[in-house]
């Protein structure tokens, strides 16, 4: 903590309000959000349950005067209410907004004074309504103004936080180091809700992200999930970052678009880059202009073109079904054109308008949205009248493509000749060494669970 901030907090000590800020409820006890629920686990029984929420940790550590509490179970949460606080807020999603209500009425029948909401879930309409207060895009630096003190953006520093994955069973195999390293993306694809909660760009604290590499390494991580939606648009922060990943010998795993990762490829190859992620969309280059996506299909075909060869490297694609202008037997088309184009995972998702995105505008006055069930908002359901396709046509749509893109001997055996033959054949000791004995003996040592602030 610096002189200023010590001085401030020293300060406001005695008058400070009680803040507690809080995530969506668990039903039970293993539940989670699956951070791998978009891909098509019929075909595989990996799992990584999040059980920390980036926002709160983020938060937290840039204010610790505020308390957090991530995915309690409901009687968790009823007891923390208990302890008397001036403000509550929560942290959600879109599809969380039912469970949040219930929150909310629970707080205010507690006698919480004052609500606040974060996180993406409070660009939905109703929101202000329901709360006092309503934070869009990052809120470090407004909620430390709370406290008497000011957090600026480019000085935002990162928390510790991270995922076990499981490869089946739920038997820990590995934990992931969690990584955000910018807010922002300059893009705006029509469908996208980070130009509306993101107003402004700018970067994360680097000696903060150095503290936190150091700390995963000490932990004994080898594996780091970039989570930034546009990993590399700025170069200079990426190749610092890039050089820690070498330095520490971690496998990473990061998305963005096809062009970022041919500009950077070898040398983020050489760095350790494993598991590159791009959002392809569609295959169809008017699907794409008509969502202003601003991506060529070339950029995707030579990508996968010069990934080819590059041992010990999964790549995997992000697709949407359900553009007005395509009828079913056209979406089957784009996606034959999709697995054609030859990612070792796929992945399918149905196109969704999400408020205050042009997508939402477009669709709502054309043809009308019918289905505000918030639990339709995981990408999964049609909840648009779509001029062709009917929701329930869409349902089978939706699962036959999954099955289609990801036929479970095709990924086992993309899986093992890629990843594991190829992470073999360019180091073998080192390999098998991080793989089957570092990463599980430390993942099991390693509660992710854990607040730790560097
Ligand atoms: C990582 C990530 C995930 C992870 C982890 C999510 C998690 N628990 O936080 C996983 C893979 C699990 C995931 C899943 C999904 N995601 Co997601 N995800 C992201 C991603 C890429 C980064 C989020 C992140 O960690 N940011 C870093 C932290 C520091 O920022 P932050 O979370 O925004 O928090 C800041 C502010 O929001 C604010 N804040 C946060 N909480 C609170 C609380 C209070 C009280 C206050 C005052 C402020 C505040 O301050 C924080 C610090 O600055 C974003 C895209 C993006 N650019 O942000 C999409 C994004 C949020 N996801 C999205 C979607 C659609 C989904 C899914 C629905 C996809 C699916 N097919 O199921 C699921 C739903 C998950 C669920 N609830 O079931 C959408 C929007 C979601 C929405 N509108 O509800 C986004 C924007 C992607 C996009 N561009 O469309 N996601
Ligand atoms: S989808 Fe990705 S590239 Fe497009 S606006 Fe959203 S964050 Fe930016």
């Known amino acids: 903590m610096d002189k200023y901030k010590e001085e401030a907090f020293i300060k406001s000590f005695l008058t400070n309000p009680r803040v507690l800020l809080c995530t969506v409820y668990r039903r039970f006890r293993g539940d989670y959000i699956d951070a791998l629920g978009w891909t098509g686990r019929r075909f595989s029984k990996a799992s990584a349950p999040l059980r920390v929420s980036p926002g709160l940790r983020f938060i937290k550590q ?3 005067e505020v308390q957090i509490l991530e995915y309690p179970l409901w009687h968790e949460y009823v007891e923390k209410l208990k302890q008397g606080w001036d403000v509550v807020g929560f942290s959600f999603y879109h599809n969380q907004i039912g469970e949040i209500r219930e929150m909310i009425a629970e707080a205010r029948l507690q006698g919480v004074k004052e609500i606040w909401a974060g996180n993406y879930g409070v660009l939905d309409y109703d929101i202000p309504s329901l709360v006092d207060r309503v934070f869009i895009g990052p809120a470090e630096d407004r909620i430390a103004q709370v406290f008497g003190y000011r957090v600026p953006e480019g000085e935002i520093e990162h928390p510790v936080m991270m995922a076990h994955f499981s490869y089946f069973a739920g038997i820990r195999h590995l934990t992931f180091g969690l990584l955000y390293t910018a807010h922002g993306c300059a893009f705006k694809c029509t469908f996208c809700q980070t130009p509306v909660f993101e107003r402004h760009r700018f970067t994360i604290n680097l000696e903060s992200i150095e503290r936190v590499l150091a700390y995963y390494h000490k932990m004994g991580i080898n594996d780091i999930v970039v989570l930034d939606e546009l990993f590399g648009v700025h170069p200079k922060l990426a190749d610092k ?105 796929s992945t399918v998702c149905v196109i969704t308008p999400f408020p205050q995105t042009p997508l939402w505008d477009e669709l709502s006055s054309k043809y009308g949205i019918f289905d505000r069930n918030y639990r339709h908002y995981r990408l999964r359901h049609l909840v648009w009248r779509h001029p062709h396709i009917s929701p329930l046509q869409m349902q089978y749509l939706l699962k036959t493509i999954k099955a289609f893109l990801n036929r479970p001997i095709d990924v086992y055996r993309k899986g093992i000749s890629r990843f594991i033959w190829g992470g073999l054949r360019k180091n073998p000791r080192d390999f098998l060494w991080r793989t089957f004995i570092k990463s599980p003996v430390a993942s099991m040592l390693i509660n992710d669970r854990k607040q730790v602030y560097l």
């Open 62 to 64: 840039n204010v610790p």
């Open 241 to 345: 970052v890039t050089r820690l990943f070498a330095r520490y010998k971690f496998r990473w795993w990061a998305q963005s678009r096809a062009a970022l990762f041919l500009r950077y490829l070898d040398t983020w190859y050489e760095r350790g880059l494993r598991l590159p992620s791009v959002g392809v969309e569609s295959m169809s280059q008017s699907a794409l202009d008509n969502v202003n996506k601003r991506q060529k299909t070339e950029e995707v075909l030579e990508f996968v073109r010069r990934t080819h060869d590059k041992l010990g490297m999964q790549r995997i694609g992000f697709s949407m079904i359900g553009y007005a202008g395509m009828t079913a037997e056209e979406t089957i088309q784009d996606a034959i054109r999709f697995k054609q184009v030859g990612f070792d995972t």
